[in-house]
């Protein structure tokens, strides 16, 4: 090489190292600028506002306290042999074992009696409005409210509060020795509240079929997960539910319609949506007014989402496969400043297990999970959604970024007591899992639910 050449050869060589820097830190710079960017795109200037305001508010403290909770395992009944001992060491019970045996020395720590209830009509003094998750709640007239695996609805021309949900005040048994606990099916039941606290039976609003064996909503069926929105363009209430035999075979969708919030409504067919199976499942109306139908399918391994007709009375030939993979159930979703949320649980019957979000910047995906939103408790609790599972976000539009997670505490030896675990879930912050695109970086908020033991909402919450 001549010396010349290899001159020309350092200042390319150089040049290059010059602008491969240039592009490194430009790089660097585009990231940061992409951090900051997500950590501040999703707030709006007048709800950022409202926010502030609210979170600075003492009872809204309150909601995002963490509280732990330190509860004790009993130590084993009964003394065992020291040869008994020797040959298989007693396996130690876990709180999950404890929550599943119904003799558990700790049963009144998960399933609290009627000595504790909530009772809205008594004179609660100090004690109004609070909820405590998984005690006996009573209706308006002192009969503990059956409305399992629910949804609410908020009726702008009544100005009031629906909760349907599954009525299940029978006896729980199992069709078969290898069949999931059940109560027969008796119907979707029906409350209304004006302050999401004190709750009035408007009774069974759809009800199961006596005699006719050929009938969905037959009695040895399966009816669950009922959820209700309104169609302005047709006037009607329309109410989608889980529709199944008592093995769980038939995995269909079923739809009903009334003119009236409190029904009676009218049951129209079942289907298996797109031709899929569909399990638990929910409903999500956007703001523009299109709803969509999200359902476990394929043994449960994925989630499908698709829009409804207009008229919300059948699916739409559009659907996405979202989750694929990911064995997730009981949906539940919500909006938040233009991203859709959802919570999901994992699959393992009545039994509780961890919850998961997920977040979209658009409805129908892609989906991505960010992790396990609960906050407080102590691990078990945590990895147990509280022992409950999802059922229904409510949003509180007084108070932006934050919402009521509603989920059911299923009791499989007498499921007419489970029992409701309604706490604060609030969005605000980054998320704490790394994403799998937008470089790492946090895209979406932190969802957070919030255990407490008893807790209240801020006085001023209504829109
Ligand atoms: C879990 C589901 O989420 C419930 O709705 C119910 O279908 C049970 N499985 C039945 O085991």
Not at 175 to 189: L, N, Q, S
Request: glycine residues 8%; contains cysteine.
């Amino acid at each position: 090489m001549s010396g010349n050449c290899s001159q020309l050869m350092v200042r390319v060589l150089s040049g290059s190292r010059c602008s491969m820097s240039t592009v490194v830190w430009s790089f660097v710079g585009f990231l940061l600028m992409l951090h900051l960017y997500s950590l501040f795109s999703h707030k709006d200037a007048t709800s950022g506002e409202i926010q502030l305001q609210v979170t600075n508010h003492p009872s809204f403290r309150e909601l995002v306290e963490v509280e732990e909770e330190n509860i004790q395992i009993p130590p084993p009944r009964g003394k065992r042999s020291p040869r008994a001992a020797k040959r298989r060491p007693k396996r130690t019970t876990t709180l999950i074992d404890e929550f599943l045996d119904e003799n558990s020395q700790l049963r009144h720590v998960f399933f609290p009696d009627m000595k504790t209830a909530i009772d809205p009509m008594k004179d609660n003094g100090n004690d109004s409005f609070y909820y405590y998750p998984g005690r006996i709640w009573l209706d308006t007239e002192g009969a503990p409210i059956q409305a399992h695996g629910g949804g609410i609805l908020y009726d702008e021309r009544s100005r009031t509060y629906y909760w349907y949900g599954e009525y299940k005040d029978g006896p729980t048994y199992h069709a078969h020795k290898k069949a999931a606990a059940r109560v027969d099916i008796i119907g979707a039941g029906c409350y209304s509240s004006k302050d999401l606290w004190t709750w009035k039976n408007e009774g069974i609003v759809l009800a199961a079929e006596e005699t006719n064996e050929t009938h969905d909503l037959y009695k040895l069926n399966v009816l669950e997960r009922p959820k209700v929105i309104y169609n302005e363009n047709t006037g009607k209430y329309v109410m989608w539910m889980h529709i199944d035999d008592c093995n769980y075979t038939k995995a269909g969708v079923g739809v009903a319609i009334s003119d009236y919030p409190t029904g009676p409504f009218d049951y129209l067919y079942s289907m298996r949506p797109h031709g899929f199976e569909s399990r638990d499942m929910t409903l999500f109306k956007d703001d523009d007014g299109v709803a969509y139908l999200i359902y476990s399918s394929e043994d449960n391994s994925e989630l499908h989402i698709g829009p409804l007709t207009p008229d919300y009375l059948d699916v739409s030939n559009v659907v996405r496969r979202i989750l694929i993979g990911e064995h997730r159930e009981a949906p539940a979703l919500f909006k938040h400043q233009g991203t859709y949320y959802m919570i999901t649980s994992g699959c393992t019957g009545w039994a509780p297990n961890e919850a998961l979000v997920h977040a979209a910047e658009s409805v129908m995906g892609p989906w991505e999970t960010m992790g396990n939103p609960c906050i407080g408790g102590n691990k078990i609790f945590r990895q147990t959604t509280f022992f409950s599972q999802s059922t229904y976000v409510i949003p509180l539009p007084g108070l932006p970024g934050s919402y009521i997670f509603m989920a059911d505490r299923w009791n499989p030896a007498d499921l007419r007591d489970s029992r409701y675990v309604w706490l604060p879930l609030i969005v605000g912050g980054p998320a704490d899992r790394p994403l799998e695109y937008n470089f790492g970086f946090p895209l979406w908020s932190r969802v957070s639910i919030y255990w407490h033991k008893k807790w209240k909402l801020p006085s001023r919450w209504t829109g």
